[in-house]
């Protein structure tokens, strides 16, 4: 709020002294309505803290396996006593990674 000083305001209004109102007829009916209002500007602070938990993945295969012999064998692996059979399996696998994201 303005402060008062030498009546007038901060601003330069002046301050009417109460010695005005003497002057007044006290038997005039005379009414005066006003609203006085002051803007005031608000601000808050905000703060937001964002994260993200990422749960356990959850694997489950997707389409059948495919196995299939190592070059350069081209035969389906027979099991030979005493020797060693090469292949390759392949699968293709579905990973659901469940992240929880907020503020």
Known sequence: MDEITNNTF??????????A???LNAD??????????RD???????????FANAMDPIVRCCGDVI?????PDTEPCRGRPG???DF??????????????GA
Do not use: H, K, M, W
Request: proline share 9%; with cysteine.
């Open 10 to 19: 901060e601003d330069g209004t002046e301050v009417v002294p109460t010695s």
């Open 28 to 37: 005039a009916v005379t009414t005066c309505s006003r609203v006085a209002y």
């Open 88 to 101: 390759q399996i392949i699968q293709r696998i579905c990973v659901l990674v469940p992240v929880e994201f």
């Open 21 to 23: 109102f003497d002057t």
């Open 40 to 50: 005031i500007q608000l601000c808050v602070p905000v703060s937001v803290t964002p």
């Open 67 to 71: 196995v299939r012999p190592n070059e």
């Open 83 to 85: 020797g060693t059979c």
